[in-house]
């Protein structure tokens, strides 16, 4: 059942429109991800469904009811916020409680529910502390959790984890992932990091100057790119291109379509050949992951031709060193192919691979 509908959704700042018409439904339950690079329109659009930006043209639904002209504390939506918004004189249970004070509960009901909700992220001893006692992962479990105890209909984060470190980002990752499954409730999570858009989201809409670049759950926009924006934007180490020409002069033979203006290969799917390589590479940086290691160089033909200006990124186990020539396999089923627009050609190799994933 959709829960959330954009119609034509328009915003614009004097003559300039940051958002020329948005159109997106959204299902009950869902937990959708904004995703985009800096000043896509992702936060705008997540703070006009908040009511905390006006809507230029167009109109959003939140179950039937359109928003347009509806004051935030009206709409059943409850946002947290990168910054946390905690206030610093108040205990956790008082920020805690605040949104429920303002909107005429008794004491006790506020009581019930902000330990009910206290007990749920794990913040039960916490409550008497200000929040200048507390780290980064429990102040934003106090945004999250006073944000909880409204029970809305509708929640929405607007880079919540940016301020933390990598390895408090990744268990917060889990506990959101957690805490979605749990309250099964609506969510939408606005970021510009790929790698939380895919280990959190149902769906994604991938975002590039207002306009909607593609929708879809993860590994459909991993796979299926609808073009050269979402395949290089989705996915790290960041997909390789190469004009479809300067592959030719290479003289690998890999079938492309006719109407090919540039291909695409992602640096983990491209094998380390063990003889009778089709390109090679001249390794140029070696990046230790661990698990891996990536490559970076300049792509070169087998036949012995000097090494030319095409950049390329390789993700393999095998241990080579700087200057070494890597000997590299492709295959027409890790080939992404794209036109002149950049729009993704569908390969016989797509095709199979879409009818696996299915």
Known sequence: MKQLELKNVTKAYGKQRVIPGVDLS??????V???????????????????????????????????????????????????????????????????????????????????????????????????????GGQRQRVAIGRAIVRDPALFLFDEPLSNLDAKLRGEMRLYLKQLHQQLGRTMIYVTHDQVEAMTLADRIVVLNQGRIEQVGAPEELYNQ???????????????????????????????????????GIRPNQIAVAGHNPDLLMQISVVEPLGHARLYYGQLSAVSGEPCSDIPFVVESEVRYKAGDLLPLSVSESIVHCFDSSGTRIETLGSEQEAEHAA
Do not use: W
């Not at 985009?36 to 992702?42: F, I, L, T, V, Y």
């Open 225 to 263: 790119p609808a073009n050269r924006f979402v395949a290089g934007f989705i996915g790290s180490p960041v997909m390789n291109f190469v004009d479809k020409a300067r592959f030719a002069e290479l003289g690998c033979d890999v079938a492309l379509p006719t109407h090919t203006d540039s291909l």
């Open 33 to 135: 991800v904004f995703v985009g690079p800096s000043g896509c329109g992702k936060s705008t659009l997540l703070r006009m469904v908040a009511g905390l930006e006006s809507v230029t043209a167009g109109d959003i639904q939140l179950n039937g009811r359109s928003l347009n002209g509806v004051y935030p504390s009206e709409r059943e939506v409850a946002m947290v916020f990168q910054s946390y918004a905690l206030y610093p004189h108040l205990t956790v249970e008082k920020n805690m409680a605040f949104p429920l004070r303002m909107a005429g509960l008794s004491k006790a009901e506020t009581l019930a529910k902000v330990h009910k909700t206290a007990e749920k992220l794990q913040l039960g001893a916490l409550l008497k502390r200000l929040p200048s006692e507390l780290s």
């Open 26 to 31: 959204i299902e009950q339950g869902e937990f």
